[in-house]
């Protein structure tokens, strides 16, 4: 299993590469050769639909694809996607209506990092106050995944601070932003591991990191 999902990371990773080369170059090209921010990425395919939690497919989406700033992850558990683009063609009203209703699964949001920094320093600082009036406070560590409680359907507004040498979307590090963000299946995903990803040459330090990722999210 875990060398299916390696082997489906890779090919993620492929497939971004090959985009990379036709993305439009200009203002909004923050950073050479890595995703430019989108609202949505959408994960489908036997590898991500069976996966044995909901943690290890949004792993593999986050590991692949590599998003920039804010964005939604959902996750097309039963192929729907290739029936409603048929549908669209005639029926789009409908199509919408499906897909908004019970079409995807919604993982949640993920607030990804552009940058590097020392080991264990701080990268971020959130702050997320709930629609119930409560309110969460942390310091998220560079090389680190943190998931905070979100369910689905609840909404919340993050305070989002970086230091100097990250980025969380805006094409400018350190530049803090405030932004109104839903939960899912696993909440809201701080990845503060940097963009581009990176891992430790040495073994027994790259095993050790990846374990502790998976553990956090997908365990």
């Keep these: 299993m875990l060398l299916e999902q390696a082997a489906a990371r890779e090919a993620m990773a492929l497939t971004r590469e090959r985009a990379a080369r036709r993305w439009l170059k200009g203002e909004t090209d923050f950073y050479r050769d890595l995703l430019p921010p989108v609202d949505l990425i959408v994960g489908r395919g036997g590898v991500l639909a069976e996966a044995p939690n909901v943690g290890q497919a949004a792993l593999m989406l ?4 590599q998003p920039t700033g804010v964005c939604t992850l959902a996750l097309d ?19 919408a209506q499906v897909l908004l209703t019970d079409g995807l699964l919604r993982l949640g949001t993920v607030v990804s990092l552009t940058g590097t920094g020392k080991a264990g320093s701080v990268a971020l600082n959130l702050r997320v106050k709930y629609d119930d009036g409560q309110t969460l406070r942390a310091e ?8 905070v409680p979100l369910m689905t359907g609840k909404r919340a507004t993050v305070e989002l601070r970086p230091t ?9 590090k350190g530049k803090g932003a405030t932004t109104e963000v839903e939960g899912g299946a696993l909440g809201l995903i701080v990845d503060a ?9 040495e073994e027994t330090a790259r095993r050790t990191k990846v374990q502790e990722w998976m553990a956090e999210l997908a365990s």
């Design 77 to 95: 558990q039963t192929s729907l996607l290739p029936q409603l683009g048929a549908l669209a063609a005639v029926q789009p009203q409908a199509a």
């Design 164 to 172: 100097a040498q990250f980025d969380v979307g805006l094409g400018r």
């Design 140 to 147: 998220v560590p560079y090389g680190s995944l943190e998931v």
């Design 193 to 201: 591991r940097g963009r581009p990803l990176s891992l430790p040459e």
């Design 62 to 65: 986050l590991d692949g694809m």
